[in-house]
C-alpha cells in the first residue's frame, strides 16, 4: 500500500508548523540563563522593550496559571535556573530577527550555585541539592527469589560496570509551535506523539479549563520519542504571550536550542553482578543503576521503571534483584528517546551475557539458549510468560546470519561478528495505570466512504495508514474510500499517547472494534429496508449477503439504504489491553501484557590503525504478530537499526564544567547514507499477538536490539571489551592500548 500522506510531503505541500502564516503573528525568542546553576536576582528589560519591533519581555510573573508540577520543569525560571540553557524570559517581537536581536539585550543579574553534573557528583556526601527532597528522584525495586543463596549456588561471579551517553532525538524537523487566541480561549499548531497531553500543560499554564483550548497537528516531521517535552514547553511559553498580546504567537527552535535546551536520552551507569554455574545456568544477577534525569524529572519515572523491568534481560533466572534510581543533576533535562529506557538496559545486559559466554568458553548462541525465557517461565517481576517467541527469533538469526562463524579479516582491517536478543514490554504497562486503550470512530458517509476519527498521532511512522488498512480490510472497501481525519482534539477522541509502539496494538484494534459496531448498525437498516432477519446477514468481502445467496447488498448500496433510515451513522469503540499491576510491598507484578522478542547480529570491520568502524552488515529478526503492511514494518526495523548505529557509535552531548560541548550537527555526528551496511530486515510471525488483530509494536524494540549486536562484533574483531557508548575511534583506540 502507498502511504497516503507520502505525496504531500515529497511534493513539499505539507505544511509543517514552520510553514503557517499568520496575519498579525508575533515571534518568541526565549531568554536563557547561561550558568549550570544560578539563582535570579534582577530582570532588566528595558533595552529590549524599547528595540525595534518589540512587543513585550514576558517572565514567570506574567504566566497566569501554574509554572510547574513538583520538581518539574517549569515554564519558566522564578527564583532558580536549575540548568544551562533554561528559558528566564521571553521576547515577543514582529519578526523573528528582531525578536533574536532583542533576546540579547536582556540583562539578567544572577548568582552562582553549586552543581553537580554526574552521577557519582549528585550521590556524594554533602552534595548540593538541585531540589530542596534530594537528588534521588525516585527508585525503583525489583526482587525475586533469594539473592544470596543464588550466589552461593554459583560457580563463578562477575561483576562489571556499563555506561551509556547522553543522545538526541535528532528529528530532521525542530520543534516549534504557533499558538493562536480565540474566543477567549486558545487554538494550539503544534506537532507532537501526545497531543492531547500537550492540550493539558497549555491550559495549566493558562489557567484555562482543557476544552477551552483546541489543538491541531500539522504534518511532523519526525519525533522518535521527542515532541512531548519539549513541544509542551514551547506551546505553553507561547500561550502565555498569546494570551498577553492578544495575537498569534509563535517560535521554531533553531537547531542549536534543541541542543541547548531541549530533552536528551537519559544516561546510564549500570553495575552487574552475575553468577552463574558451570553447566552455563545462569543462578543470580544484582543490578543497581543510576539515570541521570538531568534537572527536573520530566518523563523519567516511566523511563527508568521500564529500564528496571527489563534490566536481566530475556533470561530465566530465579533470583534477580534490580535496584534502579533516577538522579537529579544541574544538566538539561533527559526524555525518553526512541526505546524508552531499552536501548540502555539492553546494551549493558547483552555485553555480560556475551562476556559470561566467552569466559565460559562456550558459543554466544549455545550460552543464550540455555537460559532465554520459554513459555511458564517467569520474568525478572515474577511474571509468568505465555507466548515466548524468542527461540522462533534465535532460530532464525542462527539460520541466516550464523552467529558463531564471522568475516575473513585482510591486513590492518580486522572483522569481527556479534549477536544480541532482547524481550521489550509492549505499550505503556503497569507504569501507565490499570489500562491502557484507545478509542475510534467510524463514520459512514453516503457514497460509501468512511471516515475515521482517531487520537493516533502521525510522526511519520506509518500509523495512518495501518489504521485506515485494518478498517479497509475489516469493511472489505477500496482504500481509497477510507480517509483519516486530521487531528483535531475539537473532533477526534483522546486515545492516549502514540508511544511505547502501542499506536497499532490500541488503535488498531479499537479501529477494528468500531468496525464491527458499524457493521452491526448497518445490518439492522438493510436488514429492515429488505425483509431480512439481520443475524443471517454477514458482510463478507464489501458485500452484506445471506448464506443462501437469495441477499447480495453491496457496501456502497448499503451505505445509501442506512442513509435513508437515519441522518448519520456511525461505529465507535473502546479498546484495551489486559490490565496489567505492580505489587510495590514485594516488589513484583503483572508489568506487561505482552511483550516483543527480537534477535540480531551484526558484522563491522574495524580500522586497527585509526579506530574507525565500517558496518559491514546487519541482520535484525523481530517477532511482529500478524504483518498489516510489510514494507512498512521492514522500514521501522531497518530505520531503528541505523538509529541503533548512531547509538553505538557516534552520537554523544558531552557535558564539560556543566556545559554542553555540542552545539549543531557539526558537532553531534549522526549516521549518513555512507555509514550504513547492509541491513537485512526479517519480521518473523511465529504467533499472532495477544489482541484481536495478532498483532505487535515494533519502533522501539526495532532500536534496542542493535547496539548489543555492534558493540559485542568490535570486542569479537579486536579482542577488548567496550563496556560504554559510544564507541568513537578514540575509545577503541585507547582500548587496544590496554590490551597491549
Not at 218 to 227: C, N, Q, V
Not at 534 to 558: M, Q, R
Not at 701 to 717: D, F, K
Amino acid at each position: 500500500m502507498i502511504r497516503k500522506d507520502a505525496f504531500s510531503k515529497v511534493t513539499g505541500q505539507a505544511k509543517y508548523v514552520d510553514d503557517l502564516r499568520l496575519p498579525g503573528t508575533l515571534y518568541v525568542q526565549a531568554v536563557r540563563c547561561p550558568h549550570p546553576h544560578a539563582r535570579i536576582m534582577k530582570i532588566d528589560a528595558d533595552k529590549a522593550k524599547a528595540a525595534s519591533g518589540v512587543v513585550c519581555v514576558l517572565t514567570a510573573a506574567d504566566v497566569r496559571g501554574v509554572l510547574a508540577g513538583p520538581n518539574d520543569k517549569p515554564v519558566l525560571a522564578a527564583d532558580e535556573a536549575k540548568h544551562p540553557g533554561e528559558g528566564v524570559a521571553l521576547v515577543v517581537a514582529e519578526t523573528r530577527a528582531k525578536a533574536v536581536a532583542a533576546a540579547k539585550l536582556v540583562r539578567i543579574e544572577y548568582e552562582s550555585l553549586a552543581s553537580v553534573h554526574t552521577i557519582e557528583e549528585s550521590l556524594a556526601e554533602e552534595a548540593p541539592l538541585v531540589h530542596k527532597d534530594g537528588n534521588i528522584a525516585f527508585t525503583h525495586l525489583i526482587e525475586k527469589g533469594d539473592i544470596d543463596f543464588g550466589f552461593a549456588m554459583a560457580d563463578l561471579i562477575i561483576e562489571r560496570e556499563y555506561n551509556t551517553q547522553r543522545a538526541m532525538h535528532g528529528a530532521i524537523e525542530p520543534d516549534g509551535a504557533l499558538v493562536v487566541p480565540e474566543n477567549k480561549g486558545l487554538v494550539v499548531y503544534c506537532p507532537g506523539k501526545d497531543p492531547f497531553a500537550t492540550r493539558k500543560a497549555v491550559a495549566k499554564a493558562c489557567g484555562l479549563s482543557e476544552n477551552e483550548v483546541r489543538l491541531i497537528q500539522p504534518a511532523t516531521g519526525g519525533a522518535f520519542g521527542g515532541k512531548f517535552v519539549d513541544v509542551n514547553l514551547i506551546a505553553s511559553r507561547l500561550a502565555v504571550a498569546a494570551l498577553y498580546t492578544g495575537r498569534p504567537c509563535k517560535t521554531t527552535w533553531s537547531r542549536e536550542e534543541v541542543l541547548e535546551e531541549g530533552s536528551k536520552r537519559h544516561p546510564f551507569t549500570l553495575k552487574y553482578r552475575a553468577g552463574v554455574r558451570k553447566d552455563g545456568k545462569i543462578c543470580a544477577m544484582d543490578i543497581l543503576g543510576y539515570a541521570d534525569a538531568g534537572a527536573y524529572i520530566t518523563s523519567s519515572r516511566g523511563v527508568v521503571w521500564r529500564a528496571a523491568v527489563e534490566a536481566a534481560g530475556p533470561y530465566n533466572i530465579e533470583n534477580v534483584r534490580v535496584r534502579m534510581h533516577a538522579v537529579f543533576t544541574n544538566n538539561v533535562c533527559s526524555d525518553g528517546v526512541r526505546g524508552f529506557g531499552s536501548p540502555q538496559v539492553d546494551f549493558a545486559s547483552e555485553s555480560l551475557i556475551n562476556e559470561l559466554a566467552e569466559i565460559l568458553g562456550m558459543s554466544p548462541l549455545e550460552f543464550r539458549r540455555k537460559n532465554i525465557l520459554r513459555d511458564g517461565n517467569k520474568t525478572a517481576t515474577s511474571q509468568t510468560l505465555e507466548e515466548v517467541n524468542l527461540s522462533e527469533c534465535l532460530d532464525k538469526l542462527e539460520e541466516v546470519f550464523h552467529p558463531d562463524e564471522k568475516p575473513a579479516s585482510s591486513q590492518g582491517k580486522l572483522c569481527g561478528r556479534g549477536m544480541s536478543c532482547i524481550f521489550r514490554g509492549e505499550a505503556r504497562g503497569a507504569a501507565a495505570g490499570s489500562e491502557d486503550g484507545s478509542i475510534v470512530e467510524i463514520n459512514l458517509n453516503r457514497d460509501g466512504g468512511v471516515d475515521i476519527s482517531c487520537g493516533i498521532a502521525e510522526m511519520g511512522q506509518g500509523g495512518y495508514n495501518a489504521v485506515m488498512q485494518i478498517v479497509s480490510g475489516a469493511l472489505g472497501v477500496p482504500i481509497e474510500d477510507v480517509r483519516m481525519v486530521s487531528f483535531d482534539t475539537d473532533h477526534v477522541p483522546d486515545g492516549g499517547p502514540t508511544t511505547g509502539s502501542r499506536g497499532t496494538i490500541t488503535f488498531g484494534n479499537a479501529a477494528f472494534a468500531a468496525c464491527k459496531d458499524l457493521v452491526c448498525k448497518m445490518k439492522l437498516a438493510v436488514s429492515a429496508a429488505k425483509g431480512v432477519s439481520p443475524e443471517k446477514l454477514e458482510l463478507i468481502d464489501g458485500v452484506f449477503c445471506t448464506a443462501a445467496g437469495d441477499t447480495k447488498i453491496s457496501f456502497k448500496e448499503a451505505a445509501i439504504i442506512c442513509r435513508g433510515h437515519t441522518a448519520g451513522l456511525s461505529g465507535r469503540a473502546y479498546w484495551s489491553l489486559p490490565e496489567t499491576n505492580w505489587d510495590f510491598e514485594n516488589n513484583k507484578g503483572y508489568t506487561y501484557s505482552s511483550y516483543n522478542y527480537a534477535a540480531c547480529g551484526a558484522d563491522v570491520e574495524v580500522d586497527s590503525a585509526t579506530g574507525k568502524v565500517k558496518l559491514l552488515g546487519l541482520v535484525a529478526v523481530h517477532d511482529v504478530g500478524r504483518i498489516i503492511n510489510e514494507e512498512e514494518i521492514k522500514g521501522q526495523i531497518t530505520g531503528g537499526a541505523c538509529m541503533a548505529l548512531g547509538l553505538s557509535l557516534m552520537e554523544d552531548v558531552p557535558i564539560e564544567d556543566g556545559l554542553p560541548t555540542v552545539h549543531n550537527f557539526d558537532g553531534y555526528h549522526i549516521p549518513s547514507a555512507k555509514d550504513i551496511g547492509n541491513i537485512q530486515a526479517i519480521p518473523l510471525t511465529p504467533r499472532p499477538g495477544a489482541n484481536p488483530l495478532g498483532v505487535k509494536g515494533i519502533g522501539e524494540p526495532s532500536t534496542a536490539v542493535a547496539a548489543p549486536a555492534i558493540i559485542s562484533a568490535i570486542n569479537n574483531a579486536l579482542g577488548i571489551k567496550i563496556r560504554s557508548l559510544p564507541a568513537t575511534p578514540e575509545k577503541i583506540l585507547k582500548a587496544m592500548e590496554g590490551r597491549q
